[in-house]
């Protein structure tokens, strides 16, 4: 279809907006979120490809990480300190790479207050409060009026170096339980001057910096502020307080948006700033409506955000008047060119965000660049941006065996690449493992990654052979160029037992299709840390089973990103599934299985127990591999066929080798 059929299709989400003094191509816009891109706190050529490709994929604007505006606020090395003068040579590089592509981009200005580590800088931590933060534990400095003067001065200096820098505009980052949050909350702020105790007084300090902000940067630039609109704990602020918040913000003719999102660093409360595939769809707009109700007397657009990942529910928000733009972070690291994709009507092209957190939030936490599990060119577009695939100076004939994630990510960008490729795939159906990972609860939507590869080897002619066990025979046969091996790996055998044994996969499999009748008692030992075991586990609890979860580790889920740890920590719970940390399994003859702790000197009995089941790495299937390798030379082995690991390798190794041969 034409331009005309998309905008036609999607007319909101296509249109454009007068922001204040500037009007933006459509109405997306690239949500601030952490990179970890940075060298020792400065803008770096990473940082620049990070911009470039988000605002060459077609989104209107394109708001920063947070940028520190004081030292006592820098977390991490790879975070950029926006008040370093050594940046002031490297900042105007991010907006020119963005204004190159047509987009705007806004300056991000932050002060975490106690939600940070102070070993980085050495410095206390500031706060309203000596409270301590769940975060990380460290009691922080109650900021005397002293700070205060000093902190909105570094907001009004930092806003001010961003308009030098070229920036289009700045948002005041007063959400997600950071240093503003703090003040304006009642579980943080039990200060008793001018800066605590009542509403007024609570406020008081965001209100000051917006116009300290305001002041410093002319009306030819935005200005906005970011505010959660719920903070999800009892003695936190809510949706009421929050709306007038708003309000007030507003009325002050300080910023030309809002944008809305909830949550602050609490266990009940942070995973739902990053919604995972658990949850639904953008289950937060209705907060953002009732922002935008709560100041539709004043010129000011609201941003809605959180998990708007679908075209067609973007559009609605907009259309449904819920707000005046969708915000989306994960999403765009996915798929940057999830706006220009939705521009001309190619939404069948979108590579979906699939929520896992992974590559994105538990790196991050990790202190560890962004990665995507769905994208592996996220965080390293410096050299796999979209304008750094070449053609293939031969091309030539690849055959790819295996048609997992590895497999038809190399045959992907093979083609793309202008190579013949050919797909043997053993099974009956693509995806691989993750075709047994979609089957646990909650965990469907990672089937979207093998839909999208899927699509995408098919539009790009790639001839997908399904039902064809490969030999060495058979593929040199097809006198391949080079030949990808991505055969992936097996359960090992459990060996045998008084009790019944299965691996976690056939189990939940088995459980799936019928084959295995909920078990009354089950006993899952957990080797590997992640969903394998835990989404069994949801699943026999469902099925009403009782289920006990072994680990020898400290603590389970050591695997997943602890923003989706928590979460699951309750679904478990729920379902009355009993953890056993720091312990170990033996069976006896008779059938019983002995409990061993390394915290306690008694070993308990499990009786009655009628499944047991071990989740454990898998073993490479390798043997094609090895024998390819002793008869031909390009010959690239990846994924859990090199060894087992997950999605996101096996991605990563996909698109190295596509770019490669």
């Not at 944008?259 to 289950?283: C, F, G, K, L």
């Not at 994105?360 to 060119?377: H, K, T, Y």
Request: glycine share 8%.
């Amino acid at each position: 279809m034409s331009r005309e059929s998309a905008s036609a299709a999607y007319p909101s989400l296509m249109s454009p907006l007068q922001l204040g003094p500037l009007r933006t191509r459509n109405r997306v816009v690239g949500a601030p979120h952490g990179t970890s891109l940075g060298e020792d706190n400065l803008v770096s050529d990473a940082n620049v490809a990070y911009y470039r490709e988000k605002a060459r994929g077609g989104a209107a604007i394109i708001i920063t990480e947070s940028m520190r505006v004081h030292q006592t606020g820098l977390p991490y090395a790879g975070g950029i300190a926006l008040f370093d003068p050594r940046n002031k040579d490297r900042l105007p590089r991010i907006p020119e790479a963005v204004h190159a592509e047509g987009g705007l981009v806004f300056a991000q200005l932050n002060h975490a207050g106690r939600n940070m580590k102070p070993g980085f800088t050495g410095r206390t931590l500031w706060s309203p409060s000596p409270i301590a933060s769940p975060l990380h534990g460290e009691i922080p400095h109650e900021m005397d009026q002293g700070d205060i003067e000093e902190l909105i001065a570094a907001f009004a200096d930092c806003a001010a170096r961003a308009h030098a820098a070229g920036f289009d505009g700045v948002e005041i980052h007063g959400a997600h339980g950071y240093l503003l949050q703090q003040f304006l909350s009642p579980w943080c702020n039990h200060r008793t001057d001018g800066y605590g105790g009542s509403f007024d007084n609570r406020v008081r300090l965001a209100l000051e910096v917006a116009q300290a902000v305001r002041a410093a940067v002319p009306r030819s630039k935005v200005v906005g502020m970011r505010l959660s609109a719920e903070e999800w704990i009892e003695e936190g602020i809510h949706l009421d307080e929050m709306t007038e918040v708003a309000r007030r913000v507003a009325a002050s003719g300080c910023v030309d948006y809002l944008h809305v999102s909830t949550s602050t660093y609490h266990p009940d409360s942070w995973p739902n700033q990053i919604p995972d595939m658990h949850m639904p769809m953008a289950p937060f707009v209705e907060h953002a409506a009732a922002i935008k109700a709560a100041v539709k007397d004043f010129p000011v657009a609201v941003i809605a955000v959180g998990r708007i990942h679908e075209p067609r529910i973007a559009e609605s928000v907009i259309a449904d008047g819920k707000a005046d733009m969708v915000a989306m972070a994960r999403q765009l690291i996915a798929d940057p060119h999830w706006p220009r994709k939705v521009a001309e009507n190619r939404t069948a092209e979108i590579r979906a965000c699939i929520a896992c957190n992974q590559g994105c939030v538990g790196r991050l936490a990790l202190g560890q660049s962004i990665r995507c599990v769905v994208n592996p060119a996220a965080g390293r577009e410096k050299d796999w941006g979209s304008w750094t695939l070449e053609p293939a100076a031969r091309p030539g004939r690849v055959v790819v065996v295996g048609a997992g994630p590895a497999g038809l990510e190399a045959a992907r960008v093979a083609a793309l690449r202008g190579h013949r490729v050919t797909i043997l795939e053993k099974a009956a159906s693509v995806g691989g493992q993750v075709n047994d990972a979609i089957l646990a609860p909650g965990r469907a939507d990672f089937g979207k990654l093998v839909r999208f590869l899927a699509a995408e080897v098919e539009r790009l002619g790639v001839e997908v052979r399904l039902s064809t066990a490969a030999s060495a025979e058979s593929v040199l046969a097809m006198a391949p160029d080079a030949v990808v091996v991505a055969t992936g790996a097996v359960q090992a055998p459990v060996g045998e037992s008084a009790v019944r044994a299965l691996d976690a996969v056939s189990a939940l499999k088995q459980l799936t299709n019928g084959t295995l009748a909920p078990p009354r008692h089950a006993v899952i030992v957990d080797e590997i840390g992640q969903y394998q075991a835990y989404g069994l586990a949801e699943a026999l609890a469902a099925a009403g089973s009782r289920v006990e979860l072994v680990t020898a580790k400290p603590a389970i889920a050591w695997q997943i990103p602890q923003v989706s740890v928590i979460p699951l920590q309750k679904r478990l719970r729920k379902g009355r599934v009993q953890i056993h940390a720091a312990s170990t399994v033996t069976v006896a003859d008779d059938g019983t299985l002995r409990l061993k702790s390394s915290l306690r000197d008694a070993v308990l009995a499990l009786d009655g127990v009628d499944l047991l089941v071990h989740a454990r790495l898998p073993v490479p299937e390798d043997r094609v591999a090895r024998e390819l390798r002793a008869r031909m030379k390009a010959v690239h082995v990846i994924g859990d066929c090199a060894a087992p690991r997950g999605a996101q390798e096996a991605m990563s190794e996909g698109h190295r080798v596509g770019r490669l041969v």
